[in-house]
């Protein structure tokens, strides 16, 4: 069991270590291109107004073929970003989940939920090209989780644990790429069961991002997450799962127009192979 925890944990080094080493390999072929500035608006760039106020919403579509039914899980969201004197942010975010049966016997034919809502607090500052951030998250359990309360919903839009995070994140701005990576860290408090309580003591995400503008318009940006997740531990116990190692790609355009954008993506969880491809669009 130790030395799968350590071929696990030097997985998950070794990707952080290569998702750094890809970022710096950006940002080296990026540099040339430094002086040249284009007519384009970096994407992410920040505004030059001390107060900025952005409603965005986005969703995620999966497909699911099992064995009594298919269905279509859809997954929006929206989103409310504050940010004060380029430096300050303050974000909401409220989940919900739909799901959609395609099967003609299938009873309900779809149902929705509410998930649980997250509030972020965030500072930034630069440092010559790059912009540095860091965060602190909070998620409430408000969506539905319960076995018996999903059963009876047919839906479990939530996971019941009040979950605190901590982010930070580099970006380098080399037009025109963009590129960086973050380091995220979180925890999963108690969750009260039937004949006891759950933790999940910690998650581990780490992410490389680039993204490149291709006109005055259009953008493409790519993203790759390795991710350690610790086990449930029931009543102080562990689960005999161990420490789960997943990997996460993705894919998008991104079509931005003044005060707008448009993201139209592909994501796939690259460490399970039957995992369905999820189609993600946003707008904000």
């Avoid at 309360?149 to 995070?165: H, R, V």
């Avoid at 004949?195 to 953008?219: C, H, K, Q, Y």
């Amino acid at each position: 069991m130790v030395r799968v925890m350590r071929n696990i944990a030097r997985g998950f080094l070794s990707a952080v270590i290569l998702s750094m080493v890809i970022a710096v390999l950006l940002s080296t072929i990026g540099a040339p291109a430094f002086a040249q500035t284009t007519a384009h608006q970096r994407v992410g760039v920040e505004a030059k107004d001390s107060f900025e106020a952005t409603i965005g919403t986005s969703v995620e579509i999966f497909r699911f073929d099992i064995t009594k039914t298919n269905a279509v899980e859809i997954d929006p969201a929206i989103s409310l970003d504050l940010f004060f004197r380029r430096r300050f942010g303050l974000s909401f975010e409220v989940p919900a989940l739909v799901w959609i049966a395609t099967g003609r016997e299938a009873v309900p034919r779809s149902v929705g939920a509410v998930g649980d809502p997250e509030v972020t607090t965030s500072y930034t500052f630069r440092i010559s090209d790059w912009r540095l951030s860091a965060s602190l998250s909070y998620t409430h359990p408000s969506g539905i989780w319960n076995p018996y309360e999903a059963g009876e919903k047919q839906i479990a839009s939530g996971s019941g644990y009040p979950k605190l995070g901590a982010l930070f994140s580099a970006v380098r701005y080399l037009d025109p790429i963009v590129a960086g990576m973050s380091l995220c860290c979180e925890t999963c408090f108690a969750r009260p069961e039937r004949s006891g309580t759950s933790t999940r003591p910690l998650i581990l995400t780490a992410n490389l991002f680039a993204t490149e503008a291709l006109n005055d318009v259009v953008a493409l940006s790519a993203s790759l997450s390795p991710k350690l997740s610790w086990p449930r531990y029931f009543n102080g116990i562990p689960d005999e799962s161990g420490i789960v190692y997943s990997l996460t790609g993705s894919a998008s355009l991104v079509f931005s127009e003044k005060d707008h954008s448009l993201r139209i993506g592909v994501s796939k969880l690259l460490s399970d192979y039957s995992a369905p491809v999820a189609f993600d669009l946003g707008f904000s």
